[in-house]
């Protein structure tokens, strides 16, 4: 019976073969496989489970550029004053009391490009803390808070000065 499964299985390989040589070899192992048959080495007869435990897998090595840390951006000021803002304008978009931020010494910058808590180093001017967004016509620009004084806000004006990301959220 199973001489009769072998021969016949052949003649279809044989059959197989006539018609496409590149079904003639792999359809053979196929079926070696399919019945079981152990994978033959030059060294011994191992099972398929050895096989796979003997070949190491390959090592892929990740490469992750790191973010840009310094760039150029346009920069510039804006108060409290509430023609420059909202109905609030001592909260910002991040919920933060700015104006007693401000009072205790610490800068606030407003920018759609960074999340909320990212810590951007401005030359010229130090460190602030992303609290605030912009108009979306704005992207890609960087305001720096200057609490109630109008008049250091114009004297800064708009400048294209450097930037750091010291610390940013992702």
């Not at 496409?20 to 196929?30: T, V």
């Not at 759609?112 to 605030?132: A, P, S, W």
């Amino acid at each position: 019976m199973f001489l009769k499964k072998i021969k016949s299985l052949k003649s279809c390989l044989l059959n197989l073969g006539k018609r496409s040589i590149k079904f003639l070899i792999p359809i053979p192992l196929f079926f070696l496989v399919l019945l079981g048959a152990p994978i033959y080495t030059h060294e011994a007869i191992i099972s398929e489970e050895a096989f796979k435990q003997t070949i190491p897998a390959p090592v892929v090595e990740e490469k992750i550029e790191p973010a840009q840390k310094t760039k150029w951006a346009v920069v510039t000021g804006y108060t409290s004053d509430p023609l420059e803002t909202d109905d609030s304008p001592c909260i910002s978009a991040d919920g933060s009391d700015i104006c007693a931020l401000f009072i205790r010494g610490e800068n606030t910058c407003a920018s759609n490009d960074y999340r909320f808590g990212t810590i951007l180093h401005i030359d010229g001017l130090g460190k602030c803390t992303v609290r605030d967004r912009m108009a979306k016509r704005l992207n890609g620009k960087i305001d720096w808070y200057f609490g109630f004084d109008k008049e250091a806000a114009f004297k800064h004006g708009k400048r294209t000065m450097k930037i750091t990301i010291e610390e940013q959220f992702l």
